[in-house]
């Protein structure tokens, strides 16, 4: 049993650009969620992808979307970067829209310079 | 608006040393969780409370939750440097989705 994998590790763009961060759920997953942890914070809730779905979102700007495969894996895009959108960004997969058992990647660390 | 309050933010603690972390929360939840995080690193996950008066022990960690009070406590037993990191509580507020609200954290360094 796989668990979850988030790519690239790590990475670095400019002011204006575009990101897509991608995320692989744990084997058996239908339910991806997205946080952003800004330095010497605690992590944001962004939003939830169930069964192909958005379902949920914090309080993030549209420029802030996303998408989920059939496969359960999903996307995070970014567009029109900030400075202030530097941050570890961490996927979460669960069984379910509604599971206390969510298991958390690795994290991207996104730079916008 | 759920807000999530955790104190200290910092604890600065001898090896041996017993200590406890509050996490107070202000509105009703579903269940409260414990995280553990190393500095550059992901979430680990420590203890998921689901009701009232539970309690749940890990090695020299022990979790608690008072609903009616909207508190959890995480308390450390004879503290090790290996605990040095910085803890989470998060609250969850189900609905149709299970979207955890965290605290600020609470930043432990356990020295010698």
């Known amino acids: 049993e796989t668990g979850v994998t988030q790519s690239p590790t790590h990475l670095i763009k400019t002011r204006g650009q575009q990101v897509t961060l991608r995320c692989s759920s744990q084997?058996?997953?239908?339910?991806v969620s997205w946080y952003q942890q800004a330095l010497g914070q605690g992590p944001q809730f962004i939003f939830q992808?169930?069964?192909?779905?958005?379902?949920g979102r914090g309080n993030f700007p549209p420029r802030f979307s996303g998408l989920q495969f059939p496969n359960y894996s999903s996307e995070l895009n970014v567009n029109a970067l900030e400075l202030d959108d530097s941050a570890l960004y961490l996927c979460?997969?669960?069984?379910?829209?509604?599971?206390?058992?969510?298991?958390f990647g690795p994290g991207t660390r996104l730079t916008v310079t | 608006e759920l807000k999530v309050e955790q104190n200290p933010l910092f604890l600065s603690m001898q090896e041996g040393k017993n200590y406890t972390i509050y996490c107070n929360y202000s509105?009703?939840?579903?269940?409260l969780y414990w995280y553990r995080q190393d500095p550059g690193k992901s979430l680990e996950s420590l203890f998921v409370?689901?009701?009232?008066?539970a309690v749940k022990q890990e090695g020299r960690l022990m979790a608690s939750l008072d609903t009616k009070a909207r508190l959890s406590t995480l308390h450390i037993t004879a503290a090790v440097h290996d605990l040095s990191a910085t803890y989470f509580c998060?609250?969850?507020?189900?609905?149709?989705?299970?979207?955890?609200?965290f605290g600020t954290g609470t930043r432990l360094q356990v020295t010698l």
């Open positions: 084997s058996g997953h239908n339910t």
């Open positions: 979460a997969s669960s069984l379910g829209s509604t599971s206390y058992e969510q298991y």
């Open positions: 509105t009703t939840s579903d269940r």
């Open positions: 409370l689901l009701s009232n008066g």
């Open positions: 998060a609250v969850d507020h189900t609905g149709t989705a299970s979207k955890l609200t």
């Open positions: 992808y169930y069964r192909e779905e958005e379902n």
